[in-house]
């Protein structure tokens, strides 16, 4: 049987790829010679990982709704495992050979409690082996090896690694987890000084909190759904090795101490909990990471199962790493988890041309295809992620562009940031004396009340989680830290992120613009990570079980949010199912539309730092080590960064978001979108259109739009400091949003706004101020009707006057829920009639001409609480309404009417007044459905915001639960 060696299959290129220079194992983890021994009795578990009969690629990379479909046929049809899988006659010929050829076992249910719980399946493409010294030379053509050393044993193998060329291995993953310590990668001399104190700010408070983790979902997080009232339904969490272990002295079973320690934070609930590899759990370091992740998802979600996955656990060479618990969670048929967390990770570093690496990838895949949403900790090491390579660094294990990274962030309340050094002066003080600058960039992270009306449990500020404190030449905690762990480089003490340089950026994040670059002289590109963040401790903890689960006590880090966002999926799943549809399964695409569409469901995070990265040897002390920073890492930024992602959620608003995306790629994918791609990089008209071009710039520019064979060229004004965003529009869509806040927000004007008609198949483009403008997010936001061309000197967003009513399931006579936030001071009121087009004709009528605003009235839609038209609700006030009788696909006009002068304001600005010959635009879209009127005759301060209109097509569905 010929073999082929295996390219980057070297130990150093499963563990130590980036994090190491050295090139031998011995010179990698500093082994003494005379400790290397061959390996006889000892041994390692591997999966050999077969090749898929085809291949998913295309099918992933298809938008959510069409993926869904066809995933949930080919569960049904029972094709999925044998069309993804790996083809049975080669599996079967592996196995033979492995049992028969070679004396291998071939571990499975059959035998886990000899060998440990691992999966060897056609469907899963992997067979799973115990193999001891004299085995693997026989299977892998060179020696094992082991470190004799009780400091630091470990078994490995030197070269790389060859098997049976007709075999077609694809993967090979060790069930191990043994990474080098980091080598010096930055460039010589390089290093910092660091400035005393805190690191970061909003971390070092005297009256940090520690809350219930529902009061957080719920205070800080507007989480849709009660947990106590809802069933909600089951959760995985990967609990690598402990699962429900307790000590040999524990008198109370872990269901009993879980149902206690809910009743200590008010909580109750029917879940239960249920373990995969119970017999080969232990109670070890691990426990204290298993009780916080408990603790969270349980008093959240009370009544949703819960099942721990072990892994392989202790028996025989199994050594219970992340990969045999992502596989027994995402092939678990006896209690099978739909949404699985993980704060749990594999740290060694595997090249991105092994097969180690490929066997990872497509571990992930797999959760793709069998629908899971898999949440994984970044990590709690900062930019440098506790890897002395003077670099930055992300672990590619748990980077899969097919999950969801989550890092952290501290929430602080006013009262902890007024009694915090690092935010004091600097956000409190400013803040309460009514600064509108910070106030406004307070509002993006969160703050949905004017300071000094904040309640005790509300959002303040959020920054990024970094505990790191400097004291002389220490690199420590702040010492105003009362919950007794230490921290440093080398300690979980800041959220991780950066850019994972073994992949390509994933095709979402191109989507939404991104390129990814690490910040250290590399200047890499990759993915980047996290995808969003929530609260990790520093001023604000969650609290959870001791390690043992008796009382309850501060957590906090990356494993305590990744469990609150899996909780909220868990909720997500639970709205979908209940309007119809799809579980969420693969949603990263999804949450990067909702981010563009509806930038309101996430708190943008725009302070802080994770700056961490070091080698070993130098001036400042950490944890016993001597160390060098070398200043590389991350900064927050407004918008997606390499600290927060996209931002920590707004839940009920980014439920909304999901859903209405969800219903309008699942039903009306046929719906013409705003523009397609003419395929040379370029755009044309997606149908016949009224479109609104709204230009956002600092200074005035000159705006040319070319439109099929006509050019549209026009000057626009200046932006206002202020002018508000689709964010801050969106935000005020809260009935519970201070209206004193938003009045602090009035009469800051946009540019201008202009409108014209473009034919179907129209090319369109955009230059602003002589720079051609680029539509880098159109494939997102194409279908929800805008696009913004994006040019040095500002934004031009393109969009339409209607809204199409894409109903919950396609369905017709539904009711549509209208959200209104007045900040106009006239008394105002607004109607919704149906078009036949996209430019506003009824019945061959067109806007403006006679006879249409009676059209208009035939056409307007009745409200629930009777008549056809809905009033302001006052200046700063908020009121909500509902529309009768929408149908599937119906595209709706609005008119406002300003009652104080007497005039009506139509979408259309050719039926609007004319100002020096051009008609005026009273309307201006804010995302999502979402549109804000000018109501002042001549076009006003231009700040439209007089009235913002919503509609909302999908909240009404199921129980309502988001109306």
Same mark, same amino acid.
């Given at each position: 049987?010929?073999?082929?060696?295996?390219?980057?299959?070297?130990?150093?290129?499963? +563990?130590?790829?980036?994090?190491?220079?050295?090139?031998?194992?011995?010179?990698?983890?500093?082994? #003494?010679?005379?400790?290397?021994?061959?390996?006889?009795?000892?041994?390692?578990?591997? =999966?050999?990982?077969?090749?898929?009969?085809?291949?998913?690629?295309?099918?992933?990379?298809?938008?959510?709704?069409?993926?869904?479909?066809?995933?949930?046929?080919?569960?049904?049809?029972?094709?999925?495992?044998?069309?993804?899988?790996?083809?049975?006659?080669?599996?079967?010929?592996?196995?033979?050979?492995?049992?028969?050829?070679?004396?291998?076992?071939?571990?499975?249910?059959?035998?886990?409690?000899?060998?440990?719980?691992?999966?060897?399946?056609?469907?899963?493409?992997?067979?799973?082996?115990?193999?001891?010294?004299?085995?693997?030379?026989?299977?892998?053509?060179?020696?094992?090896?082991?470190?004799?050393?009780?400091?630091?044993?470990?078994?490995?193998?030197?070269?790389?690694?060859?098997?049976?060329?007709?075999?077609?291995?694809?993967?090979?993953?060790?069930?191990?987890?043994?990474?080098?310590?980091? +080598?010096?990668?930055?460039?010589?001399?390089?290093?910092?000084?660091?400035?005393?104190?805190?690191?970061?700010?909003?971390?070092?408070?005297?009256?940090?909190?520690?809350?219930?983790?529902?009061?957080?979902?719920?205070?800080?997080?507007?989480?849709?759904?009660?947990?106590?009232?809802?069933?909600?339904?089951?959760?995985?969490?990967?609990?690598?090795?402990?699962?429900?272990?307790?000590?040999?002295? =524990?008198?109370?079973?872990?269901?009993?101490?879980?149902?206690?320690?809910?009743?200590?934070?008010?909580?109750?609930?029917?879940?239960?909990?249920?373990?995969?590899?119970?017999?080969?759990?232990?109670?070890?370091?691990?426990?204290?990471?298993?009780?916080?992740?408990?603790?969270?998802? %349980?008093?959240?979600? *009370?009544?949703?199962?819960?099942?721990?996955?072990?892994?392989?656990?202790?028996?025989?060479?199994?050594?219970?790493?992340?990969?045999?618990?992502?596989?027994?969670?995402?092939?678990?048929?006896?209690?099978?988890?739909?949404?699985?967390?993980?704060?749990?990770?594999?740290?060694?570093?595997?090249?991105?041309?092994?097969?180690?690496?490929?066997?990872?990838?497509?571990?992930?895949?797999?959760?793709?295809?069998?629908?899971?949403?898999?949440?994984?900790?970044?990590?709690?090491?900062?930019?440098?992620?506790? +890897?002395?390579?003077?670099?930055?660094?992300?672990?590619?294990?748990?980077?899969?562009?097919?999950?969801?990274?989550?890092?952290?962030?501290?929430?602080?309340?006013?009262?902890?940031?007024?009694?915090?050094?690092?935010? &004091? @002066?600097?956000?409190?003080? *400013?803040?309460?004396?009514?600064?509108?600058?910070?106030?406004?960039?307070?509002?993006?992270?969160?703050?949905?009340?004017?300071?000094?009306?904040?309640?005790?449990?509300?959002?303040?500020?959020?920054?990024?989680?970094?505990?790191?404190?400097?004291?002389?030449?220490?690199?420590?905690?702040?010492?105003?830290?009362?919950?007794?762990?230490?921290?440093?480089?080398?300690?979980?003490?800041?959220? /991780?992120?950066?850019?994972?340089?073994?992949?390509?950026?994933?095709?979402?994040?191109?989507?939404?613009?991104?390129?990814?670059?690490?910040?250290?002289?590399? &200047?890499?590109?990759?993915?980047?990570? *996290?995808?969003? =963040?929530?609260?990790?401790?520093?001023?604000?903890?969650?609290?959870?079980?001791?390690? #043992?689960?008796?009382?309850?006590?501060?957590?906090?880090?990356?494993?305590?949010?990744?469990?609150?966002?899996? /909780?909220?999926?868990?909720?997500?799943?639970?709205?979908?199912? #209940?309007?119809?549809?799809?579980?969420?399964?693969?949603?990263?695409?999804?949450?990067?539309? @909702?981010?563009?569409?509806?930038?309101?469901?996430?708190?943008?995070?725009?302070?802080?730092?994770?700056?961490?990265?070091?080698?070993?040897?130098? *001036?400042?002390?950490?944890?016993?080590?001597?160390?060098?920073?070398?200043?590389?890492?991350?900064?927050?930024?407004?918008?997606?960064?390499?600290?927060?992602?996209?931002?920590?959620?707004?839940?009920?608003?980014?439920?909304?978001?999901?859903?209405?995306?969800?219903?309008?790629?699942?039903?009306?994918?046929?719906?013409?979108?705003?523009?397609?791609?003419?395929?040379?990089?370029?755009?044309?008209?997606?149908?016949?259109?009224?479109?609104?071009?709204?230009?956002?710039?600092?200074?005035?520019?000159?705006?040319?739009?070319?439109?099929?064979?006509?050019?549209?060229?026009?000057?626009?004004?200046?932006?206002?400091?202020?002018?508000?965003?689709?964010?801050?529009?969106?935000?005020?869509?809260?009935?519970?949003?201070?209206?004193?806040?938003?009045?602090?927000?009035?009469? !800051?004007?946009?540019?201008?706004?202009?409108?014209?008609?473009?034919?179907?198949?129209?090319?369109?483009?955009?230059?602003?101020?002589?720079?051609?403008?680029?539509?880098?997010?159109?494939?997102?936001?194409?279908?929800?009707?805008?696009?913004?061309?994006?040019?040095?000197?500002?934004?031009?967003?393109?969009?339409?006057?209607?809204?199409?009513?894409?109903?919950?399931?396609?369905?017709?006579?539904?009711?549509?829920?209208?959200?209104?936030?007045?900040?106009?001071?006239?008394?105002?009121?607004?109607?919704?009639?149906?078009?036949? !087009?996209?430019?506003?004709?009824?019945?061959?009528?067109?806007?403006?001409?006679?006879?249409?605003?009676?059209?208009?009235?035939?056409?307007?839609?009745?409200?629930?609480?009777?008549?056809?038209?809905?009033?302001?609700?006052?200046?700063?006030?908020?009121?909500? =309404?509902?529309?009768?009788?929408?149908?599937?696909?119906?595209?709706? &006009?609005?008119?406002?009417?300003?009652?104080?002068?007497?005039?009506?304001?139509?979408?259309?600005?050719? %039926?609007?007044?004319?100002?020096?010959?051009?008609?005026?635009?009273?309307?201006?879209?804010?995302?999502?459905?979402?549109?804000?009127?000018? !109501?002042?005759?001549?076009?006003?301060?231009?700040?439209?915001?007089?009235?913002?209109?919503?509609?909302?097509?999908?909240?009404?569905?199921?129980?309502?639960?988001?109306?």
């Amino acid at each position: 049987m010929a073999s082929v060696e295996l390219a980057h299959s070297s130990y150093l290129d499963f +563990t130590g790829y980036r994090i190491t220079d050295q090139t031998t194992v011995q010179a990698a983890y500093g082994l #003494d010679a005379a400790n290397i021994k061959p390996a006889t009795g000892n041994g390692l578990n591997v =999966a050999i990982v077969l090749p898929r009969q085809q291949d998913p690629t295309a099918l992933l990379a298809e938008d959510w709704g069409t993926r869904q479909k066809t995933l949930d046929q080919m569960q049904a049809d029972g094709t999925l495992g044998s069309t993804y899988g790996a083809d049975p006659t080669l599996f079967n010929t592996v196995v033979t050979a492995l049992k028969n050829t070679y004396g291998l076992t071939v571990i499975d249910s059959s035998n886990a409690a000899t060998y440990g719980n691992y999966i060897s399946s056609a469907e899963s493409r992997t067979i799973w082996v115990s193999v001891d010294g004299p085995h693997f030379q026989s299977l892998f053509g060179t020696p094992l090896l082991y470190n004799n050393s009780s400091d630091n044993y470990f078994v490995f193998w030197n070269g790389n690694l060859k098997l049976p060329q007709d075999w077609h291995v694809e993967g090979l993953w060790f069930d191990q987890d043994n990474a080098p310590g980091g +080598t010096n990668q930055a460039p010589p001399g390089t290093s910092v000084t660091l400035p005393a104190g805190a690191q970061s700010p909003g971390n070092n408070s005297t009256q940090s909190l520690t809350r219930a983790p529902q009061k957080i979902a719920q205070d800080f997080y507007n989480f849709p759904l009660d947990g106590k009232s809802v069933e909600t339904g089951a959760i995985g969490l990967v609990e690598v090795g402990v699962g429900s272990a307790l000590p040999a002295h =524990a008198s109370q079973s872990f269901q009993q101490l879980l149902t206690a320690y809910l009743a200590t934070v008010g909580q109750s609930g029917n879940g239960t909990v249920a373990v995969q590899g119970q017999n080969g759990q232990s109670y070890n370091d691990g426990a204290g990471e298993r009780s916080l992740d408990i603790g969270i998802v %349980a008093a959240i979600n *009370p009544n949703s199962d819960i099942t721990l996955y072990v892994g392989s656990g202790d028996k025989g060479h199994s050594n219970s790493g992340s990969f045999s618990a992502f596989q027994a969670a995402i092939w678990d048929q006896t209690n099978p988890t739909s949404v699985i967390s993980s704060s749990f990770g594999d740290s060694q570093s595997m090249s991105p041309q092994s097969p180690f690496f490929r066997a990872n990838w497509e571990l992930f895949v797999d959760a793709a295809l069998y629908q899971k949403t898999i949440f994984n900790a970044l990590g709690d090491g900062g930019a440098g992620n506790e +890897t002395g390579n003077g670099l930055t660094n992300v672990y590619p294990a748990l980077a899969s562009p097919y999950g969801l990274t989550v890092g952290g962030t501290s929430v602080s309340t006013l009262a902890a940031a007024q009694h915090d050094t690092s935010l &004091a @002066a600097d956000y409190a003080t *400013p803040a309460m004396a009514g600064n509108r600058g910070l106030l406004w960039q307070l509002v993006s992270g969160g703050l949905t009340s004017a300071p000094q009306d904040l309640g005790t449990e509300q959002t303040f500020i959020e920054t990024v989680w970094n505990a790191y404190y400097v004291q002389g030449k220490h690199i420590t905690i702040t010492p105003n830290t009362a919950h007794g762990f230490i921290a440093g480089y080398t300690v979980n003490s800041t959220s /991780s992120g950066g850019v994972d340089v073994t992949q390509p950026v994933p095709d979402y994040q191109q989507a939404f613009g991104l390129d990814p670059v690490t910040a250290d002289p590399t &200047a890499l590109h990759g993915r980047g990570a *996290p995808d969003m =963040a929530a609260n990790a401790g520093g001023n604000l903890g969650y609290l959870v079980p001791h390690a #043992d689960m008796t009382g309850a006590g501060f957590g906090s880090g990356t494993s305590a949010a990744t469990p609150l966002w899996a /909780s909220l999926g868990v909720q997500l799943n639970t709205i979908f199912q #209940d309007q119809g549809l799809p579980e969420l399964g693969y949603m990263n695409d999804l949450l990067y539309t @909702a981010a563009v569409v509806a930038p309101g469901s996430f708190n943008d995070i725009t302070v802080g730092n994770n700056i961490s990265s070091f080698f070993f040897g130098g *001036p400042y002390q950490t944890n016993g080590d001597d160390v060098t920073p070398t200043g590389y890492g991350y900064h927050t930024a407004p918008g997606y960064d390499l600290v927060t992602g996209l931002g920590t959620p707004n839940g009920t608003l980014l439920a909304r978001a999901l859903t209405a995306i969800g219903h309008a790629e699942s039903y009306f994918s046929s719906s013409p979108g705003l523009l397609d791609a003419d395929g040379a990089g370029g755009w044309t008209s997606g149908s016949g259109q009224s479109l609104l071009f709204q230009t956002m710039s600092a200074s005035s520019s000159q705006v040319d739009v070319t439109l099929g064979t006509s050019n549209l060229d026009f000057t626009s004004n200046a932006s206002g400091t202020y002018a508000w965003t689709s964010q801050f529009a969106q935000q005020v869509l809260q009935a519970d949003f201070d209206p004193a806040l938003i009045r602090m927000f009035d009469k !800051d004007g946009h540019g201008s706004v202009t409108e014209a008609f473009a034919a179907a198949g129209a090319g369109l483009s955009v230059e602003l101020g002589s720079q051609q403008a680029t539509a880098i997010q159109a494939a997102l936001s194409n279908a929800f009707g805008f696009a913004d061309f994006v040019a040095p000197d500002g934004v031009v967003r393109v969009a339409r006057p209607v809204a199409v009513a894409e109903t919950a399931g396609g369905q017709n006579d539904q009711e549509a829920v209208v959200r209104l936030r007045q900040n106009g001071q006239d008394n105002i009121s607004v109607s919704f009639y149906r078009v036949d !087009d996209y430019a506003g004709a009824i019945d061959g009528l067109q806007p403006g001409q006679a006879g249409y605003a009676a059209a208009a009235a035939a056409r307007a839609y009745q409200v629930a609480t009777g008549g056809s038209s809905v009033s302001g609700p006052g200046y700063g006030n908020y009121a909500q =309404a509902v529309l009768q009788h929408v149908d599937a696909g119906d595209l709706i &006009a609005m008119a406002l009417t300003n009652t104080s002068s007497g005039d009506v304001f139509w979408a259309f600005s050719q %039926a609007n007044e004319k100002v020096g010959g051009q008609s005026v635009g009273h309307l201006w879209n804010y995302g999502l459905n979402t549109w804000g009127w000018e !109501d002042v005759h001549g076009g006003g301060d231009h700040d439209f915001n007089d009235l913002v209109v919503q509609l909302d097509f999908t909240s009404k569905a199921g129980h309502g639960w988001l109306v």
